[in-house]
């Protein structure tokens, strides 16, 4: 709340805590995480979502680093992300 008081143009935020913040209207949200079941299983996110779970929503920026860049396949791990963020 301090940052958006201050003049924050949004927040780093989990996925699963989307829900809950309803007050921040339309800030956006930057969601860390993103993760196919299974996929690069580093540890490192422990409320990693789906990027269905974001398809169609216009207030968050999604942040989608290690599946891509630890990919065999990087440029099919991008698309397959992007198809599924945009529906």
Known sequence: QEGVSAGADGIIVPGTMLSRLYRFGMYTKVIPGLRYPGE???????????????????????????????????????????????G
């Open 40 to 86: 690069c299983d580093d540890g490192k996110h422990k409320h990693a979502v789906t990027p269905e779970s974001l398809s169609g929503r216009t207030d968050v920026e999604a942040v989608y680093g290690n599946p891509i860049m630890n990919n065999n396949d990087p440029v099919g791990a991008l698309k397959r992300m992007l198809g599924a963020l945009n």
